[in-house]
């Protein structure tokens, strides 16, 4: 499937008379009388009738790829001035099609796309959830909250229904049992009214999409009414594109604004949460894991199975909510927390969005338990942290449930941020019993290299499977760091970590989450972690060699 596959196909679009009058554009060629029903700001998901948004951008600007829009059936562009005479510079326009300009034409595309799809998000409950992290767990959970049913059969387990609710964010969009994989968190704008627009015509009545800070900066939410939306944390990232912390700030707090929405929901657990709350446009109700809140988690409790966490949802009116996180951590608490309460805001039944949540599927390697703990096989566990705040936060995570060791299966991304390789490897070796070092996406830079500046950070020498396995075999408490091992291939790594570990133990197999294509010298590989623990226990253990 590709994007132009969720493009709704009975909408009645708009002229650009309508367009030109009510954006103030200028239309240099072409019949005011043209209908437009599509729009795109990529020229290869342009559709018939389509409207090509050319923009300038830092790499390259729109308006070079004319051609190939015109060739999937464009009938008009809309570009900066200068945009406009490269067009006609390059010559060959069909003399009926329509060029349109504005000075700035990013700044309109989401209201644009916004009229020719009818204001969709009019139709459609549009919840966003921003924060640094936590943003794809969340959408997940209340998606299953905002599909939540009563279930005639067993009460206290809802029917969740999947289909009420599409999702839009870093793992995929799934709308209405169609799916696609997603290239970044936020899509652009005009594919954002495209995808509300799809939803109202497939009556996929509510979507959790997530929002991230370049999404608000960069205007990809424009024209978009959001029934409810949440902030979970503000965490260091993303400042070589926001500057500084309070900026990046300030983006964030652009969605509780009232050009976007009418009902927020804070999380006050950290002190950018608390500065949102106090200085929100818009009404806001709060929650919270650690702090006292409008609405606050207590009573945590680790789940038998040691998947997830129960705990009490205490509310304004007195309320207790019985709930359960289905993934470990606290921070899962959180995520848990923040979708019952945009749930409830939304006008589910507090204890029914609960329960959904309670039964939900797994959210795709986001804590995801690849192998739960019995008595013959440890808890492995998939996740997406890649960065050395979220490797401490996940390894933390699922230490109270682990009576064993720690083995974490880890790498470096190649070429990004050099600097953090180092830290990632001794964070995990501060943290965990047995460093597994190897590769994540090493793209085109040399793993052996990538790995040997994360086993720069590492206090021990990296040992061989067999003296991995001895060592671990006399528990020695005064060892300060872990045991290391440096394993060439991701795979490889990850059955070496499953032949190591105990029944007691735990792995964390970290940084990839969702993805199943590595990026190896610029070859697509095909590597799924779960995948890897699902077959390696499905075909027996004797089968593989280290
Ligand atoms: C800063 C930023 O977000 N830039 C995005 C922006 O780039 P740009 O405006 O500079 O565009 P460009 O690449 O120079 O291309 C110019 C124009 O030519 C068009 N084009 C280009 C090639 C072609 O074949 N046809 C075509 O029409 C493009 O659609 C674009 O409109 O528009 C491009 C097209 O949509 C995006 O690919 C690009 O995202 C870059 C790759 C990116 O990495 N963005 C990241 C930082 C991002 O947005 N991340 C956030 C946050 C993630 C998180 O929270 O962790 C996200 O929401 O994913
Ligand atoms: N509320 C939270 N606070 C801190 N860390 C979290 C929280 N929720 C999840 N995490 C950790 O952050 C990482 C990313 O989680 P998730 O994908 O849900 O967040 P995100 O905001 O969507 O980030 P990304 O855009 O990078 O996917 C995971 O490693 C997870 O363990």
Request: one cysteine or more; aromatic letters at 4%.
């Amino acid at each position: 499937m590709a994007f132009r596959d969720f493009a709704p196909v009975s909408n009645e679009g708009v002229t650009i008379a309508e367009l030109c009058q009510t954006h103030g554009l200028a239309c240099l060629q072409g019949e005011q009388q043209t209908v437009i029903k599509q729009v795109s700001l990529d020229s290869q998901q342009v559709l018939p009738q389509g409207l090509f948004i050319a923009l300038p951008g830092a790499k390259t600007h729109g308006i070079k790829y004319l051609a190939g829009a015109l060739k999937l059936g464009a009938t008009a562009v809309l570009t900066d001035p200068a945009g406009a005479e490269q067009a006609f510079e390059a010559g060959e326009l069909p003399k009926d099609f329509v060029v349109l300009t504005h000075p700035q034409p990013r700044q309109i595309a989401g209201e644009v796309a916004a009229q020719i799809f009818s204001s969709p998000s009019q139709a459609v409950a549009v919840y966003g959830v921003t924060g640094t992290n936590g943003k794809t767990t969340t959408t997940y959970l209340l998606r299953a909250a905002l599909g939540a049913k009563n279930n005639p059969q067993a009460q206290d387990q809802p029917l969740v229904e999947t289909k009420q609710c599409g999702v839009i964010g870093t793992v995929a969009v799934e709308i209405g049992g169609a799916k696609i994989p997603s290239v970044r968190t936020s899509v652009e704008a005009p594919l954002l009214q495209q995808l509300l627009a799809y939803a109202k015509e497939k009556s996929v009545p509510q979507l959790a999409i997530e929002v991230s800070s370049h999404a608000l900066e960069l205007g990809r939410v424009n024209a978009t009414k959001f029934k409810v939306v949440g902030f979970l944390n503000l965490q260091r990232d993303h400042l070589d594109f926001h500057g500084t912390m309070e900026d990046y700030f300030q983006a964030k707090a652009k969605l509780f604004t009232p050009k976007y929405a009418t009902q927020g929901v804070v999380c006050i657990d950290d002190e950018w949460g608390q500065k949102l709350a106090k200085t929100s446009e818009i009404d806001v109700v709060t929650v919270a894991v650690e702090k006292v809140a409008d609405w606050t988690a207590k009573n945590l409790q680790a789940s038998e199975d040691h998947r997830g966490t129960h705990f009490e949802l205490h509310g304004p009116q007195g309320q207790v909510v019985s709930a359960l996180a289905p993934l470990p951590g606290n921070y899962n608490v959180e995520n848990t927390a923040m979708a019952i309460v945009m749930a409830i805001a939304g006008g589910v039944e507090p204890q029914l969005a609960a329960d959904a949540i309670a039964h939900s599927a797994q959210v795709p390697g986001r804590m995801q338990v690849a192998q739960g703990r019995t008595d013959t096989t440890p808890l492995v566990v998939v996740d997406y942290a890649h960065t050395t705040d979220a490797l401490t936060g996940a390894i933390a995570a699922l230490r109270d449930r682990t009576e064993g060791n720690m083995l974490v299966v880890f790498g470096a991304t190649g070429e990004r941020d050099r600097g953090k390789r180092a830290d990632m490897g001794q964070t995990v070796c501060a943290h965990a019993e047995v460093a597994l070092v190897t590769e994540d996406d090493p793209y085109d830079e040399d793993p052996a290299q990538i790995r040997k500046e994360v086993l720069a950070g590492c206090p021990n020498e990296p040992v061989s499977f067999k003296v991995a396995k001895e060592l671990l075999a006399t528990p020695d408490h005064t060892r300060e760091s872990a045991v290391v091992l440096e394993i060439d291939g991701r795979e490889k790594a990850i059955i070496t970590a499953l032949k190591l570990a105990t029944p007691q133990d735990t792995v964390l197999l970290a940084g990839r989450g969702h993805e199943t294509i590595q990026m190896v010298a610029g070859v697509p590989v095909h590597l799924d972690d779960n995948q890897v623990v699902v077959d390696y226990y499905a075909s027996g253990e004797e089968s593989h060699e280290c």
